[in-house]
């Protein structure tokens, strides 16, 4: 796993909405939740929390989609790109869909969660694996142990 060269890009399927990163992941992770599975079409979303001030949209207005609740899931209002989530209560972070940077490939999953609602035969090469969510408790020891593996 090596960490992203910053600044680095991302962009929905069509363009038209554009976001930069500044700063590096406090850690990536794989969702395995039922919600992630069918927002994505996938078996998991991936994700890397990136610091909010490291984070900008830089082009396009992205809208509210997916659940219209507290945490908030920002897509294209063109093309429907999941782009990005913020949590909440956690304003010191955003978790980006990592698949939507122009180079994801250093974006290995660290944690995953949700395990308890995955598909039998989705696997990640993930370090940590919860059947919900970790104890806010386990996330001060999971990010520093994520900033120490380089």
Not at 38 to 62: D, K, N, Y
Not at 67 to 78: E, I, M, Q, T, V
Not at 107 to 121: R, Y
Request: hydrophobic residues 35%; negative net charge.
């Amino acid at each position: 796993m090596t960490d992203p060269t910053l600044p680095q890009e991302g962009r929905c399927r069509c363009g038209q909405v554009r976001f930069r990163i500044t700063a590096p992941p406090l850690l990536t992770m794989a969702c395995h939740c039922t919600g992630c599975q069918r927002m994505t079409g996938s078996a998991f979303s991936l994700s890397a929390a990136i610091p909010s001030e490291g984070f900008a949209v830089v082009q396009g207005e992205p809208v509210i989609g997916g659940l219209h609740g507290p945490s908030r899931h920002y897509f294209c209002p063109h093309c429907l790109s999941w782009l990005f989530t913020r949590p909440e209560g956690l304003d010191h972070f955003v978790n980006i869909r990592s698949t939507m940077l122009d180079d994801p490939a250093w974006s290995v999953p660290f944690i995953e969660t949700c395990t308890g609602e995955k598909l039998p035969w989705a696997a990640t090469p993930a370090v940590h694996s919860y059947e919900s969510y970790p104890p806010m408790e386990a996330y001060g020891p999971l990010v520093a142990e994520f900033a120490a593996r380089a």
